[in-house]
C-alpha cells in the first residue's frame, strides 16, 4: 500500500537525491513497522492452526510460504483448462515468429509477454467471469489485506516448456533463457507475488529459487532504498538496485539457506517480493502457472 501511495508522489523526482534518499528509508521504515504490527495483531485473532496463520508466519520468518492444496484437484484441473485456452486467442503467427515479445496488448484486452519458450498472458482477471472470480477469492484476499492492504489481485498464467509442448502459438525449439532469470528484488516494501501450481512443480521443471529470510539482512538494505530511486529515475551508479550483482549473490550463497520451492498441484507459492528470488531454468518438461499479483 505504501509503495503505491509513494509512487504517486511525482514531486520526488524534482527533488535532489540527498533529499529523496533519506525519505525513501523513512517510507521503507514505515513500511516495516507497521507491517510488524498487522502481523502481530492478526497472528494474535487469527487460530494458530488456521492455514492462513501457518502462511503467514512462514512469510513473516522466511518470506516466502507454501499455501498446501490452495484448490482440489478437480477445481485446478478446470483453471488449467481455461488458462491453455486462452491460447487459442493468440495472433499465432505473431508469436510464434518472435522469440521475445515485451507486452504485446491484443484487442481483447490480454496483454503478452514472450521469451522463447517462456510465455505469460496478463491481465486475465479483466478478461471474463471465471477469472475475475478467481481473482475474488476470499483466501488471498484475506492474505493480501493483512500483509499489505490491498486485493483483487492480477491474475498471469506462465507456460514454460522444453519445446515438445504442441500448440500453433508456441515456439518449437528449446532455449536456455527464462523471464525474470536473474537474482533480484523485486519491491522496496512488503508485497506479495503468489503461484499458483496447475501441475506438479518439481527441480527439472523450473522452480522458483528464493533466498531464504534474505529480506532482513542489513546489506539489501540499500537495494530497497536503491529500487526506490531507480522508480523515480534516480541514477545509482555501481550499486545494485533491482538486479543483484555478482558480489550480492556471492553474499546470498554463503549466508543464506537457497531454496527451490517445489510443490505440488493445486499448491500456491506465496514470496515476499524484498526477498531475493529467481526462476531456475526448466531442464525438462513443462510448467503451468496462474500467477496473483497482489
Not at 520468518?61 to 485446478?76: C, L, P, R, S, T
Request: aromatic content about 10%.
Amino acid at each position: 500500500m505504501i509503495d503505491k501511495i509513494v509512487n504517486r508522489m511525482g514531486f520526488l523526482r524534482k527533488l535532489p537525491k540527498s533529499l529523496a534518499k533519506p525519505l525513501f528509508n523513512i517510507f521503507i521504515f514505515i513500511d516495516e513497522v507497521f507491517w510488524k504490527l498487522r502481523m502481530k495483531f492478526f497472528m494474535f485473532f487469527l487460530s494458530r492452526g488456521s492455514s492462513i496463520s501457518s502462511v503467514l508466519s512462514q512469510l513473516e520468518n522466511n518470506g516466502y510460504a507454501v499455501f498446501n492444496q490452495y484448490y482440489d484437484e478437480d477445481q485446478i484441473d478446470q483453471i488449467k483448462r481455461e488458462c491453455t485456452k486462452l491460447l487459442d486467442v493468440l495472433p499465432e503467427k505473431e508469436i510464434r515468429s518472435k522469440e521475445k515479445i515485451d507486452n504485446l496488448i491484443l484487442e481483447n484486452g490480454l496483454v503478452i509477454e514472450k521469451l522463447k519458450e517462456s510465455i505469460k498472458i496478463k491481465k486475465l482477471d479483466k478478461f471474463n467471469n471465471f477469472f475475475k472470480n478467481i481473482a475474488k477469492n476470499s483466501k488471498i484476499k484475506i492474505i493480501s489485506k493483512v500483509y499489505q492492504l490491498t486485493s483483487g489481485p492480477l491474475l498471469v498464467y506462465n507456460l514454460v516448456h522444453d519445446g515438445a509442448y504442441k500448440h500453433p502459438a508456441t515456439f518449437t525449439s528449446r532455449g536456455g533463457k527464462m523471464i525474470a532469470g536473474q537474482p533480484h528484488i523485486d519491491m522496496s516494501t512488503h508485497s506479495l507475488r503468489c503461484a499458483l501450481a496447475l501441475d506438479d512443480i518439481h527441480e527439472d521443471n523450473g522452480p522458483t529459487v528464493v533466498f531464504k529470510k534474505s529480506m532482513n539482512m542489513k546489506r539489501f538494505k540499500k537495494n530497497h532504498t536503491n529500487i526506490f530511486l531507480e522508480t523515480f529515475g534516480f541514477k545509482i551508479g555501481d550499486e545494485s538496485g533491482h538486479n543483484l550483482d555478482n558480489k550480492d549473490i556471492d553474499y546470498l550463497e554463503n549466508n543464506s539457506e537457497k531454496v527451490k520451492v517445489v510443490c505440488k498441484k493445486g499448491d500456491l507459492i506465496l514470496i515476499d517480493l524484498k526477498t531475493a528470488h529467481y526462476q531456475s531454468i526448466l531442464n525438462k518438461g513443462q510448467r503451468h502457472i496462474l500467477w496473483y499479483y497482489c
